[in-house]
């Protein structure tokens, strides 16, 4: 089959036997080179990417993705209603506040349990410091595919400030465990409230300042990124986008909002959109939705109740079904469970944002040269975890 | 006896060892203090004696040649880069006394070497027969052609205020005047600098994000660590060209001269690391157009003007 | 990109270079830190200390576990029946194991801070081997055990007397045909005293 390597009973394609002809997509050359933007490679995360290539021109790009398939959503039929919240947080390990937050809501719903205000808050407070955690990976991450390493080291000592106050809550740093159907699983003493506080003093006195004037309006950043990569208003709902590429195209779509959960009804925010709709609005977004959810913060920390953080939740649950959706870093995250009666879901099926953007892909990169691939690849800003689960 | 110590140590082979660790550390160093880290720490004091730990274990590393990769080319080209601007050095004069020769046509023959580079370049990624260095060696071979000409225009209009090609006259002769009338030109040669030896914002053919490091995709081991030299040296002699002719090379007030010239030196490499640090690199097409619409009738305009300063002077 | 744009692009950047050299004089961000030690908060999730005094033998904890690496040995004795045992090549150090746990007022089986698990020389068998135990498990045991023996010396001295009692009374209801209201308290007195004797 082409060139292909076949072990252990399984076959590998590596380059594909039926060439791409030029003729069939109306160019005057035949052969195209095929270049495998691929799993061994600086920029790309764990995915393969199949650009076909005339001279510098990219004329077609194929994703290819699997290679961090962990089948969550069936090992999630094995385990309890509050076991199960060890492999929803796994499905990306960069925010995993929000991915247990939307189960535990959904398994809420259909046990018919009311978590206590001060649960609410608290998950609130999480579900933001993952966000901005999020966010600056994702701003790191833009930067550094254009061959600057500094916004991703700035970007990782302000994230430094927040690991540790997720260590002081939990004790863990990144894959936390600590949102379970009923509430909260510790309690949210006065120290992780302090660090917390310290955390976003450190984001919005230094990081915010020594960032925004150096690589916000830099000129070779937006001599590579705008005009590239544009998703018109309409297109961006036909083609299924999420998260902050949505919003960069002038639809303000937002989940806290629209169906609030959480503490979010109480909260008094902005939502953040742009009109260009190309790399340069969102990267934008990105930044805008940081400097948001710091006040977001400081807000939910300034009201924040008394009372108990955590409920009963019961061994079992009666028969039922629930979907819910929750504003998560990349997009919006959707929790479809169903129960029949056990101790445990009987299937869970996560929609996931970035494998929305991801397909939508290839009908961004048309007419481009070979050095947007990573650009518009970067802007997008994908989990790779997310897209295979 | 003289002549061997000149060649072998300063300025010589050792001469260019030395300058390769110093300037690689240094850059790490810098880097680091401008992304908030500690960079090089545990290895001697302070780290100095990292790269040298790094290039010993390129050396101990195996070099792996692919079956078909042209074998002979594949392992001569670091060799002959080396050599071709090894020889560059040898032009320069670090101070009044520490120059290997001294001829009526330096100037020429520098920059007629360093044209002569993106060939070599091309043939390193051609002889590699492998889809990414092919295509970083094209890349070289764009970029290289485009800020030739800028670099040849200001070197040249330096040549004609001084009315010289000979580099010791030129030092001779600088001066506060000089360096303001040359201003321009100064600006435009360190440009055309960092395109020509793919400095960031210009480091296209080796952009690791796009074509996975360019025409030095396949070296590794001993090969590597030669081509990396050779590509610093080249970087290092053109610094070395532009403090000789516009920021008036050896000369100044209570320091030796051999001094004065390496903290100059110093200054122009603190500006290109933090330049690496800030400015995200540019698109191939980009550069074509800034180069050809831009650069090039900015060069020929500087030169009008240096002529016609010339007739005024004289 | 027209010429006058493109001439204020190097002045832009010159600006963003110039403003970015005011990183090199900001404090550095890098810690040492191996050797403070490494620094431990109040929830963090070690070793765990399995106290078999406390446990109960209830086996929540290795229902509770998402990776099922919590065995339940038998014991001999009642009380526990069975103790945990963590494997502790598979565990994730979760936690949900000790929030399960339901004894009071301190919990069986605790996460604690202890965070250096070191094996020489490592092989798949030791990795499997390597567990996580009740460290006072002997003389739990045979504290337990000794309970045992008092609870069963204690019952078989409640069921003797029970029977001697029994005895007494069927004697006394043999020799009822004779008039005895005297002897009634007494009896009464008797059964009674030997009650109190036995609490």
Not at chain 1, 308 to 325: C, D, I, Q, S
Not at chain 3, 106 to 124: F, G, R
Not at chain 3, 169 to 179: D, I, L, N, V
């Amino acid at each position: 089959m082409g060139n292909s390597i076949t072990t252990a009973g399984y076959t590998f394609v590596v380059e594909e036997s039926k060439e791409i002809s030029g003729e069939d997509l109306g160019l005057l050359q035949e052969k195209l080179l095929q270049l495998n933007w691929g799993v061994q490679h600086p920029a790309s995360g764990p995915m393969r990417l199949k650009v076909w290539v005339d001279g510098d021109e990219v004329v077609k790009v194929d994703p290819d993705i699997g290679y961090v398939l962990r089948l969550l959503e069936k090992l999630v039929e094995y385990r309890t209603w509050q076991n199960a919240i060890v492999n929803v947080e796994r499905a990306c390990f960069i925010d995993n506040f929000g991915t247990m937050t939307g189960y535990s809501i959904a398994a809420e719903k259909i046990a018919g349990v009311e978590v206590p205000k001060k649960a609410d808050y608290v998950r609130t407070i999480l579900c933001e410091g993952g966000r901005i955690v999020s966010h600056l990976i994702g701003l790191g991450s833009f930067v550094g595919v254009m061959g600057v390493h500094t916004p991703m080291q700035w970007a990782l000592i302000a994230r430094e400030k927040f690991l540790d106050a997720f260590e002081v809550y939990s004790g863990q740093r990144i894959a936390t465990a600590s949102i379970v159907p009923g509430g909260v699983r510790y309690e949210p003493t006065g120290k992780f409230i302090e660090k917390m506080v310290s955390a976003v003093d450190f984001l919005e006195k230094e990081f915010i300042p020594r960032y925004g004037e150096v690589f916000i309006d830099n000129p070779t950043l937006k001599v590579r990124s705008e005009g590239i990569g544009v998703v018109p208003k309409e297109k961006a709902v036909e083609l299924g986008l999420a998260g902050p590429a949505l919003r960069a195209s002038g639809i303000p779509s937002d989940i806290r909002k629209d169906y609030p959960y959480a503490a979010y009804g109480e909260l008094d925010f902005k939502v953040v959109t742009k009109e260009e709709g190309d790399c340069y609005a969102r990267y934008l977004v990105i930044w805008e939705e940081l400097i948001e959810s710091a006040k977001i913060i400081r807000q939910a920390i300034e009201g924040f109740p008394e009372g108990e953080w955590r409920t009963k939740f019961p061994l079992k649950v009666p028969p039922g079904e629930a979907y819910v959706n929750v504003e998560w870093a990349r997009g919006c995250f959707g929790f479809h469970l169903i129960s029949d009666g056990g101790t445990g879901p009987y299937r869970l099926k996560m929609r996931a944002p970035s494998f929305a953007n991801l397909w939508a892909m290839p009908e961004l990169m048309k007419n481009i040269k070979l050095a947007d691939v990573p650009v518009i690849f970067a802007s997008l800003y994908m989990c790779h975890g997310d897209i295979d689960r | 006896m003289e002549a061997w110590i000149k060649a072998i140590f300063f300025p010589g082979f050792v001469f260019l060892l030395v300058v390769f660790l110093m300037i690689f550390y240094l850059e790490r160093k810098i880097l680091a203090d401008v992304h908030l880290r500690t960079g090089p720490y545990y290895v001697g004091k302070w780290g100095i004696l990292q790269t040298t730990a790094d290039v010993f274990k390129l050396l101990q590393k195996e070099f792996i040649i692919q079956r078909r990769a042209n074998k002979l080319l594949f392992s001569l080209i670091p060799f002959v880069a080396f050599l071709m601007v090894a020889a560059l050095i040898a032009f320069i004069p670090f101070s009044e006394h520490s120059y290997i020769v001294s001829t009526s046509f330096d100037l020429l023959v520098v920059l007629a070497l360093v044209t002569g580079m993106p060939p070599v370049f091309f043939y390193a990624g051609w002889a590699s027969k492998s889809k990414y260095p092919f295509i970083g060696g094209l890349r070289v071979v764009n970029q290289m052609i485009s800020g030739e000409i800028p670099l040849w225009l200001s070197a040249l209009a330096a040549a004609v205020f001084y009315g010289t090609l000979n580099h010791l006259q030129i030092v001779q002769e600088s001066s506060i005047l000089g360096f303001i009338i040359l201003l321009p030109a100064f600006l435009i040669f360190v440009t055309a600098t960092l395109i020509v030896t793919d400095r960031p914002p210009f480091d296209i053919p080796e952009a690791e994000q796009e074509i996975v490091y360019g025409f030095l995709t396949e070296y590794g081991g001993f090969n590597y660590a030669i081509l990396v030299l050779s590509k610093l040296i080249e970087l290092f002699a053109l610094y070395s060209i532009a403090v000789v002719l516009f920021l008036g090379g050896f000369k100044g007030p209570v320091l030796p001269g051999i001094l004065w010239f390496f903290i100059k030196l110093a200054g122009l490499y603190l500006f290109t690391f933090v330049v690496r640090a800030s400015t995200p690199r540019i698109r191939m097409d980009q550069l074509l157009r800034f180069c050809w619409k831009v650069l090039t009738p900015l060069a020929l305009l500087n030169l009008a003007f240096i002529i016609l300063v010339k007739m005024f002077i004289s | 990109m027209e010429a006058k744009e493109a001439l204020k692009i190097p002045i832009e950047a010159t600006k963003k270079v110039v403003r970015v050299t005011k990183a090199l004089f900001a404090p550095k961000a890098t810690e040492i830190w191996w050797d403070k030690g490494i620094k431990r908060e109040l929830h963090y999730r070690g070793k765990h200390i399995i106290n078999a005094e406390l446990c109960i033998g209830c086996s929540m904890c290795a229902r509770a576990c998402p990776v099922n690496c919590i065995d339940m040995v038998p014991t001999g004795v009642k009380k526990p029946r069975a103790v945990p045992k963590v494997r502790a090549n598979e565990c994730i150090f979760c936690g949900l194991c000790e929030d399960a746990c339901p004894t009071k007022p301190e919990k069986a089986i605790k996460l604690t801070d202890y965070y250096s698990m070191i094996l020489e020389d490592v092989t798949w068998d030791k990795l499997t081997n390597y567990v996580f135990e009740p460290e006072n498990l002997e003389e739990a045991l045979e504290k337990a055990k000794k309970m045992e023996e008092l609870l069963e010396k204690k019952k078989q001295e409640a069921l003797k007397k029970k029977q001697q009692a029994q005895q007494a009374k069927a004697k006394a209801e043999a020799g009822k045909e004779k008039p005895s209201v005297e002897k009634k308290p007494q009896q009464e007195g008797k059964p009674q005293k030997e009650s109190k004797g036995e609490e």
